[in-house]
């Protein structure tokens, strides 16, 4: 079993819906987590980071944990064109310095 | 410029050759890390340094050698690699362990072996 797993995708919606992205994780220690984005060619750079059950919001982004079920979505609002890019869920432990990713979900937002 | 600073962005090295790999982060982050990406899989954690001493080898092949000489500066010696080690090689910090906001990535150096 994969420590984080994410559908793979591509994931296509069009422009001014709201996209939905998904990851589920193993550990049931992990306590920290984060959404990470990715343009091709590009380093991950974080949008989003969840602690607590419920849900967290950041302008169009909007951040879902459920530790239950160990599970953590990202909501995107008003897709853009701009959004299309892979989306890296990441899950830690606060006593580890370990940051275990999933392998990404690619979104394409068709204009 | 997200405060840590990869070079090279690009190297083609053969399977004989030795490079280094260097980043370098201006955030005062206690802590650093690389990372490997190879297509279609997951962010694979190599190594882990914090206040420049090594926390975490992450069962990586000897003919990658860490070496962090400060809080600020991070090298990936690279020697005898195989054409499996083409991937893009990230370095990242942290304050702490990231708990609450994570790790900044570096540009990454892109590395094929020929």
Redesign the interface.
């Known amino acids: 079993q ?1 420590e ?1 797993e994410q559908n ?1 995708g591509p994931l296509s919606v069009p422009e001014g819906a709201i996209a939905s992205l998904n990851c589920t994780y193993s550990d049931r220690g992990s ?2 987590f ?1 959404w ?1 984005r990715q343009y091709s060619g ?5 949008i989003m ?1 969840i ?1 607590s059950n419920g849900d967290k919001e950041d302008g169009r982004f909007t951040a879902q944990l459920n530790k239950a079920s160990q599970y953590v979505s990202l909501l995107i609002r008003d897709s853009q064109p701009s959004d299309s890019a892979t989306y ?1 869920c ?1 899950v ?1 432990r ?11 979900t690619r979104l394409l937002v068709r204009p | 410029e ?1 405060g840590v600073t990869q070079t090279p962005r690009h190297l083609v090295m053969g399977m004989t050759n030795k490079k280094s790999l260097k980043c370098e982060q201006h955030l005062g982050h206690n ?1 650093m ?1 690389w990372y490997k990406q190879s297509a ?4 694979e ?1 190599m190594f ?1 340094y ?1 206040f420049k001493e090594q ?2 080898n992450n069962s990586v092949p000897s003919r990658f050698s860490p070496e962090c000489p400060n809080s600020s500066h991070l090298f990936l010696h690279l020697h005898t690699l195989q054409p499996e080690d083409s991937a893009l090689y ?1 370095c990242a910090s ?1 304050q702490g ?12 150096t892109r590395l094929t072996v020929v």
């Open positions: 994969k984080v793979s306590q920290s984060f990470y590009k380093s991950p750079e974080l980071s602690y890296l990441a830690k606060d006593s580890s310095y370990k940051l275990i990713f999933g392998s990404g | 997200t802590a890390y279609k899989k997951p962010l954690l882990v914090n926390t975490e990230l942290s362990q990231g708990g609450h906001y994570g790790y900044t990535f570096g540009s990454g």
